[in-house]
């Protein structure tokens, strides 16, 4: 079914981290990350689907030998954004056990899912676990999780683009940005094809 999708630049209120303000950030964890894993050889885990920019950025910028995986998961509760269990609905391809384990994701809200995530990574006994974030909006945390790499921290407003959605659109942009929600339509499919 297509859908009607706004375009982003209608709702656009502010860019609140440009893109060569960002690209110069993960530079630095990479650079970081590079020095405190020599001799290592990490596995950097990504959470679908918001960490892919970051962790294909991030690894573009690392010296040293490396493995990525992949991970998903569904959180559930009453609401999407309540802390509740999370549900694995893609494992990892890799073992983990005896590994330096970073993992990698693109916001830390309550804190809810790396807290959970790092608990089910932690019985696979890896060598060492870690959280790099590139984004952390610390006022929002419920639950208190180990940051070892942080990018920014930032205020608490809804953001989206560089990963983050909007309704499932603009993640690919290569900014972040705050939407003006009054001005905002959620994506609907078109009129033409609503009886489907
Ligand atoms: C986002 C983000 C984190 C989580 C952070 O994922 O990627 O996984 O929310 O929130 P928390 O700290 O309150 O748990 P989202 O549910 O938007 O899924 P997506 O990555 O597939 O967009």
Redesign the pocket.
């Known amino acids: 079914m297509s859908m009607q999708v706004q375009d982003y630049r209608e709702y656009l209120q502010e860019i609140l981290i440009p893109e060569e303000q960002l690209q110069q950030r993960i530079a630095e964890l990479a650079a970081e990350i590079s020095r405190d894993y020599e001799g290592k050889l990490p596995l950097l885990i990504c959470?679908?689907?918001?960490?892919v920019m970051f962790l294909t950025d991030l690894i573009r910028y690392l010296t040293i030998p490396h493995e990525i995986d992949f991970m998903a998961i569904e959180?559930y509760g009453q609401g999407?954004?309540d802390p509740g269990e999370i549900r694995l609905t893609m494992d990892l391809h890799t073992t983990i056990r005896g590994r330096h384990v970073l993992l990698v994701?693109?916001?830390?809200?309550?804190?809810?899912?790396?807290a959970q995530v790092l608990e089910l990574l932690q019985v696979r006994q890896p060598k060492s676990l870690k959280v790099c974030v590139l984004l952390d909006k610390v006022e929002?945390r419920q639950v208190e999780v180990p940051i070892h790499y942080r990018g920014f921290e930032i205020p608490n407003k809804f953001v989206f683009g560089y990963g983050?959605?909007m309704d499932g659109y603009w993640r690919n942009l290569p900014f972040i940005a705050v939407p003006d929600l009054s001005r905002y339509r959620p994506p609907k499919p078109f009129p033409s094809e609503e009886k489907d």
Do not use: K, M, W
């Open positions: 959470i679908l689907r918001g960490g959180s999407r954004r994701e693109d916001i830390i809200d309550t804190g809810n899912t790396v929002r983050l959605d």
